[in-house]
């Protein structure tokens, strides 16, 4: 079992967390950037993410109320994701739930 001298050496040396910002990071595309470089809208890609996540949530725990009202909030419309370019893997789930 390690002393508490060894946990706090350990904590301090090999648990930092980077101070940097995230738009600082090298690795960091911003939203606005991703849709530049692959030739979509912004909207566009916070829809497919959008409607991944629901879709996920489908998959994984299947279709309740909130996964409805956060469907119907957040993206409102099967039209809506068709248009966006959601990923026909999410679309196939989504089509059996929501039109």
Do not use: N
């Not at 530049?36 to 991944?52: M, N, P, S, W």
């Not at 949530?57 to 409102?76: C, M, N, Q, V």
């Not at 099967?78 to 196939?92: F, N, P």
């Amino acid at each position: 079992m390690p002393t508490t001298e060894q946990l706090q050496r350990i904590w301090e040396t090999e648990m930092e967390f980077p101070s940097t910002r995230r738009e600082e990071d090298p690795a960091y595309v911003s939203p606005a950037d991703y849709s530049k470089l692959h030739g979509k809208r912004e909207t566009d890609v916070f829809i497919q993410g959008y409607a991944c996540c629901i879709a996920t949530l489908i998959r994984s725990h299947g279709i309740d109320t909130p996964i409805e009202d956060a469907f119907k909030a957040g993206i409102g419309r099967l039209k809506v994701c068709i248009d966006a370019g959601v990923d026909e893997y999410d679309l196939e789930i989504l089509k059996q739930h929501f039109k």
